[in-house]
């Protein structure tokens, strides 16, 4: 899904098994809140704040996963 | 110690960032060497430890993971030795290393390797910075949850050093099993049961992960994969989502108590990094200081490095000076003093640029701003066919491509990993500024564009045309190589923190010592089949020139310097590589060169500033590499048929294309035969490179002329 600049996200699934993999070693896990702090300077990658670690992923990883 | 005494091998594994590099340092000093896990380029430090007189140990510094599910080549080497209990690495011990600061994702894995059935020894590093900032983190209740002893430890200060040394001396001498954690489905058990008697297993996990790992695990044969792979297809097993949901309920497993010990969440207050990111990473400042941050690095290689530089020139210099003048003359100290010394000096000289540039970027990747250089490029240098991480490896590439080729092991995708090895030896080394500044006076008459002086522009657009080429270069790869896998960013941004002196210091000492390692030894190679082939001739025919050249001397009354001068030259032309250099002008004819520099081109294979040294004995003006002599030889040459100069502007462009693109460097093309694993690879690189340097060598002298 699509996600914004400056707002916090409670991570609810995955749509990409591949990827969800990957994420959760990483700490994207269900229920967890994650931040958007901001884009990089062309756009593909995002960087955000999981309860204070930093983790960037590029645009096609972020959107993998389903937020509310 | 007797021979049959088994030597304990003891893997340090943790995070990414979670301070295990650090641990390892502060553990075995300099005493480690770096070797590869067998099979793959992944780096493997290993280092003795004595715990105390009767138990030696050694260290392993095995890649950092977040998990046994592994995202990289780096990270498969974990997987591939803790599921195989017949690995030669296989540990009898591990020291697990956490930061204490992301304690929740860290569960993942230490409850993975509790179910590998290997003792497990937990080190907490960040002591001092848990202390300093005053920060509450309740060990005892950490060490009830995991159900193991926790080391709580400073790479800082390292106060409580010998706690480790005991624990490792416990864990061998009484090994401690650890409780199991994750419980097999019914769909795993049976898939383990049925096949559990072909494997070679300690623990179930053990067994499961052979299975899930089936595909790509080295030690398997192809009979038991296929065999696997038809299972799991018989039996609808899907590997990716029972190792999702394993993952989740190991989470499930201690994440609530740990969430009540950890350190608290900083997300409602900005801290320091949030603060320096906003800047450092903003969209626009971001590249904006990442630009002069380059900028003050290649001002460091190339400014600070240049008295040390010409010490070690001068110095080896003198050495030749002084084995020729001491030494009765033979054919050793032939080799010796115009073979070998000149040949490693031409190595050892960039050792002070290479020292600067990995002290640099140890600096900057102790800090932590290298991963956010990553971040901020990686959608840019994807564009390329590249990855975040090939930016390294590029600025790398301008002082040296063999140390920055070495650094593309950090990418995991072996395409991106392929393109950035492919292109960095177009991006101009160092190593052609000595070509660049002496031909740069034939091609550019000595004027001001402006206030720039023209030929300071010139040398700037070689550099830059050799970037544009990068790029270019690596667009067109990207749609070429086939793709082997899907290549992921997801990169942790770690806090910043001060740097340890000793990590930095440990890191420019390995990539020093890798360079002089694999340069050195190229080039020493080369340049003692160079000196054999430039001192040695068809029998008679090198005599034959030599009295010519006495004959010449005493006619036209040459000081005793020129005639011997003359006599060295004479004896080039004749000897093998000058009847090569002859043999190969047909082909750089349409490039402007004759034998002369066709000879400098051979020799300047060992390294691309052999060029000028080359070029001062075929113009007889004795070993010296002061280019202005040399320039001013030049500038006299005729060309013998034209009665022109062979040195015009066309020339002179002709051949600084040609150093711009061609890959004129024995140590490169080893290093990448090193890294690719094979030939192939090289060779393509060779030719692709070299039909660039022809094809616009060509165009600029046919356009000039
Ligand atoms: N202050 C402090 N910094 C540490 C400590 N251990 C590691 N670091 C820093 O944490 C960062 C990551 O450490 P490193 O050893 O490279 O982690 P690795 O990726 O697990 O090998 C580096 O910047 C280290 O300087 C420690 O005990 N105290």
Redesign the interface.
């Known amino acids: 899904m699509k996600f914004e600049v400056g707002k916090s996200y409670k991570i609810k699934s995955f749509n990409d ?11 994207f ?2 229920e967890t ?1 994650i ?1 958007f ?9 995002y ?1 955000f ?1 999981i ?9 096609e ?1 972020a959107e993998a996963i389903i937020a509310v | 110690m007797s021979p049959t005494t088994k030597i304990f091998k003891v893997a340090l594994i943790g995070n990414p960032n979670s301070g295990k590099t650090s641990l390892f340092n502060s553990l075995t000093g300099l005493h480690q060497h770096v070797a590869n896990f067998p099979g793959v380029t992944v780096d493997k430090k290993i280092a003795k430890y004595q715990i105390d007189n009767n138990l030696t140990i050694e260290l392993i510094d095995f890649p950092g993971t977040y998990s046994l599910y592994p995202n990289s080549d780096d990270e498969k080497v974990v997987a591939e030795i803790l599921s195989n209990p017949v690995n030669d690495d296989y540990p009898d011990s591990i020291v697990y290393v956490m930061d204490p600061f992301a304690l929740k994702r860290e569960m993942l894995l230490l409850t993975q390797l509790k179910d590998i059935g290997i003792p497990i020894v937990v080190v907490l590093t960040m002591k001092d910075l848990v202390e300093k900032r005053k920060l509450d983190l309740n060990i005892k209740k950490l060490e009830e949850i995991i159900g193991n002893k926790v080391i709580f430890f400073s790479n800082k200060t390292k106060a409580n050093i010998d706690e480790i040394r005991l624990a490792l001396k416990q864990s061998i001498n009484n090994p401690k099993d650890n409780q199991r954690c994750y419980m097999l489905n019914s769909d795993e058990k049976s898939i383990v049961a049925t096949f559990s008697n072909r494997l070679n297993f300690n623990t179930d996990y053990q067994a499961l992960l052979q299975i899930h790992h089936s595909d790509w695990l080295k030690y398997q044969n192809k009979y038991l994969k296929k065999e696997i792979k038809e299972y799991k297809n018989n039996h609808d097993f899907k590997s990716l989502s029972f190792q999702i949901n394993e993952t989740l309920d190991r989470y499930g497993f201690f994440s609530k108590e740990i969430s009540k010990i950890a350190i608290k969440d900083k997300t409602k207050k900005e801290t320091i990094t949030d603060k320096i990111d906003n800047v450092i990473t903003h969209r626009v400042l971001g590249p904006i200081i990442f630009f002069i941050v380059m900028l003050l690095l290649f001002q460091a290689i190339f400014s600070w490095a240049e008295l040390p530089m010409n010490l070690l020139e001068s110095g080896f210099s003198s050495l030749s000076t002084f084995i020729k003048s001491n030494f009765a003359e033979s054919w050793f100290t032939g080799l010796l003093a115009d073979g070998i010394i000149p040949g490693l000096a031409g190595v050892l000289v960039f050792i002070p640029q290479i020292f600067l540039l990995f002290l640099i970027i140890g600096l900057l990747e102790e800090i932590g701003y290298m991963s956010r250089v990553v971040y901020m490029f990686d959608d840019l240098m994807k564009k390329f066919g590249m990855n975040g991480r090939s930016i390294i490896a590029l600025i790398s590439g301008g002082a040296c491509a063999v140390p920055a080729i070495m650094s593309t092991r950090t990418i995991n995708n072996w395409k991106e990993r392929l393109i950035t090895i492919m292109v960095t030896p177009l991006i101009s080394c160092s190593a052609r500024i000595p070509v660049y500044t002496l031909l740069v006076v034939f091609a550019v008459p000595d004027t001001h564009i402006g206030v720039f002086n023209a030929r300071g522009l010139v040398l700037m657009g070689l550099y830059l045309l050799g970037l544009a080429m990068t790029l270019v270069s690596s667009m067109v790869m990207k749609y070429i190589i086939k793709s082997k896998g899907r290549s992921y960013l997801m990169i942790t941004l770690p806090e910043y923190k001060r740097p340890l002196i000793k990590n930095i210091a440990i890191f420019v000492k390995e990539k020093v010592g890798a360079f002089v390692f694999v340069a050195g030894k190229i080039i020493l190679i080369v340049s003692i089949i160079l000196w054999f082939a430039a001192s040695y001739g068809p029998s008679g025919a090198m005599d034959t020139a030599e009295k010519d050249a006495i004959e010449i001397s005493t006619g036209k009354n040459l000081s005793k310097e020129e005639m011997s001068n003359l006599k060295a030259s004479e004896r080039l032309e004749h000897s093998y590589i000058g009847i090569l250099g002859k043999a190969i002008e047909p082909a750089i004819k349409p490039l402007g060169f004759d034998w002369k520099i066709g000879i400098a081109l051979i020799t300047s294979f060992a390294a691309r500033e052999v060029f000028v040294g080359t070029l001062a004995t075929i113009y007889s003006v004795g070993s010296t590499d002061d280019g202005m002599k040399v320039s001013e030889q030049m500038a006299k040459d005729i060309n013998i048929r034209t009665g022109e100069k062979t040195y015009n502007q066309a020339v002179a462009w002709s051949l600084l294309l040609f150093y711009v693109f061609a890959l004129q460097c024995m140590s490169t093309i080893a290093v990448v035969r090193k890294e690719t694993n094979s030939w192939k690879w090289p060779i393509i690189q060779f030719l692709y490179m070299g039909f660039l340097a022809y094809f616009f060598s060509f165009l600029v002298y046919n356009f000039l002329n």
């Open positions: 098994d591949e990827i969800a993999g990957k994420l959760l070693t990483l700490g896990l269900p809140t931040f702090t901001r884009k990089s300077p062309f756009g593909g990658a960087y704040d309860n204070g670690i930093k983790i960037a992923l590029r645009k990883e």
